[in-house]
């Protein structure tokens, strides 16, 4: 039994959620996010909060009951407060700038990295050695950030590369004369 989707998603006010042809229909101060239904799970929609529980006791259902709850929440917190990563740039001469839609990468490279940012996904430079990627989606914000972050990922000797925030490199110990 699913002690996740057993709870139920509340809903803020200020928030509307509504199934179409479907599909769930998330809106809010921030946007709207859409999601399709499956049918495996039932979704109760009722004005201050929206219950998920699976169909029957098949194991698809009972697996689909607890991802689905969390990506119910997942939509009513994006369009409420929004989802960030804070991407870390370590090393010399390693730099980013945000310019328009376009983010502007300088990662030790013969050439300089242009990444198009997504519809739907803001990024923000606070200084030179910090990203601040910012959207409503989750996995769209999540999914930017790990692309970013593919064009140098941190290496163990001397932690250059880019990282997130709050993630810890294993060091190794170079080596000895």
């Known amino acids: 039994m699913s002690r996740i989707g057993k709870k139920p998603v509340a809903v803020p006010s200020g928030v509307t959620a509504t199934d179409e042809n479907g599909m769930l229909v998330v ?17 109760s929609i009722k004005q201050d909060e929206i219950l998920v529980t699976p169909v029957g ?14 990506m119910v929440q997942n939509l009513v917190t994006g369009v409420t407060e929004g989802f960030t990563k804070v991407l870390e740039i370590t090393g010399v001469g390693y730099r980013a700038q945000a310019q328009g ?22 990024v923000k430079t606070p200084d030179q050695n910090t990203v601040e990627i910012s959207g409503i989606d989750k996995q769209k914000v999540g999914q930017v950030a790990a692309e970013i972050r593919r064009w140098r990922k941190p290496e163990p000797y001397k932690g ?10 294993f060091r190794k110990e170079g080596k000895k004369k």
């Open 160 to 169: 250059k590369g880019i990282k997130y925030r709050g993630e810890y490199i």
């Open 57 to 70: 006791p098949t194991q698809q259902a009972r697996a689909a009951w607890g991802m689905q709850r969390t």
């Open 27 to 43: 809106k809010g101060p921030k946007g709207t996010l859409t999601m399709p239904m499956l049918d495996d799970v039932i979704y």
């Open 101 to 122: 839609r376009n983010l502007r990468l300088q990662l030790g490279y013969s050439h300089d990295v242009n990444y198009k940012l997504p519809e739907g996904v803001d």
